[in-house]
């Protein structure tokens, strides 16, 4: 039996796969996955379990949130007090352990980022992401310091929110990895932040993580836009849409 890899001209999953990051069409060595496959499959998983349990980098985090002239970012912590007991008891990442340090800070539009289940994505894309959403919001919205929650889950951003008297929330936290991506950021939407806010209260974008995923500028515009659109309609969540996308339009 001839176990050697197909050439790409003969393979047929050749194109597919070039448009997506899923694993198809793997290649085998008679009934079995071939040691290639195997092997990207451990590094990828590898990279999901670091993703989760390696800590944020706070300082280089601070550091380049200094940067972009929005104040000194303050440090806030979860009543987890360890990355195992994060993983362990969600409910503790979703309460605060100690906001005296939050004032109330009279802006529009408050930003948390929060290492989430991938201090990975947070350290490779926060900052720039933060810089994007600063370049879409200024011409409307006035925008506090940013805040660095650690061991942190979404809802903790409404206590936060709460805190600081902003009108909307904005909480940048890490996505829990697959084995396709590790370092992917989701975005949290919550109008009017207050401890007990459903998670049909918020609005998400997801999979950001260019160059692969969506853009920083892209993902920037989306929630100006929907800042835009919750305080026209007051709320939101379910009843707010994006319509930023434009309309396929289908051909006659």
């Given at each position: 039996?001839?176990?050697?890899p197909i050439p790409?001209?003969d393979d047929?999953?050749h194109t597919?796969?070039r448009?997506?990051?899923?694993?198809?069409?793997?290649?085998r060595?008679?009934?079995?996955?071939s040691?290639r496959?195997v092997?990207?499959f451990?590094?990828?998983?590898?990279a999901a379990r670091?993703a989760?349990?390696?800590?944020m980098a706070?300082?280089?985090l601070v550091?380049?949130?200094?940067?972009l002239?929005?104040?000194?970012?303050t440090?806030v912590?979860?009543?987890?007090s360890?990355?195992?007991?994060y993983l362990?008891?969600?409910?503790?990442g979703?309460e605060p352990?100690?906001?005296?340090a939050?004032g109330?800070?009279g802006?529009?539009v408050?930003i948390?980022i929060?290492?989430?289940l991938?201090a990975?994505?947070?350290?490779?894309?926060?900052?720039d992401l933060v810089?994007?959403?600063?370049d879409?919001?200024?011409?409307?919205f006035?925008?506090a310091?940013?805040?660095?929650a650690?061991?942190?889950?979404?809802?903790?951003?409404?206590?936060?929110?709460?805190?600081?008297?902003?009108?909307?929330m904005v909480?940048i936290?890490?996505?829990?990895?697959g084995?396709?991506?590790?370092?992917?950021l989701?975005i949290?939407?919550?109008?009017r932040?207050?401890?007990?806010?459903?998670?049909?209260?918020?609005n998400?974008?997801?999979?950001i993580?260019p160059?692969?995923?969506?853009?920083?500028?892209d993902a920037?515009?989306?929630?100006?836009?929907l800042?835009?659109?919750?305080?026209?309609?007051?709320?939101s969540g379910?009843?707010?849409k994006?319509t930023?996308a434009?309309?396929?339009?289908?051909?006659?």
């Open positions: 039996m001839n176990h050697r790409i001209a047929p999953w597919l796969r448009s997506t990051q899923a694993r198809i069409g793997l290649q060595s008679g009934s079995a996955v040691t496959e092997l990207e451990q590094s990828a998983h590898a670091d989760v349990h390696t800590p706070v300082v280089s550091e380049g949130l200094t940067g002239g929005l104040g000194a970012p440090l912590a979860s009543r987890a360890t990355r195992a007991e362990r008891r969600p409910d503790l979703r352990d100690d906001l005296s939050l109330h800070s802006a529009d408050g948390v929060a290492d989430g991938s990975t994505a947070v350290d490779a894309h926060a900052v810089r994007a959403l600063v879409a919001l200024a011409p409307t006035s925008v310091p940013p805040v660095v650690t061991n942190a889950r979404v809802a903790l951003g409404d206590h936060i929110g709460d805190a600081l008297g902003v009108e909307t909480v936290i890490g996505e829990r990895p084995l396709s991506v590790a370092d992917s989701g949290y939407l919550t109008y932040p207050r401890p007990g806010r459903r998670d049909s209260e918020r998400c974008i997801s999979n993580h160059p692969d995923g969506l853009g920083y500028a920037a515009r989306i929630v100006a836009g800042s835009a659109g919750a305080r026209a309609l007051g709320a379910v009843a707010l994006d930023s434009p309309t396929l339009q289908l051909a006659d």
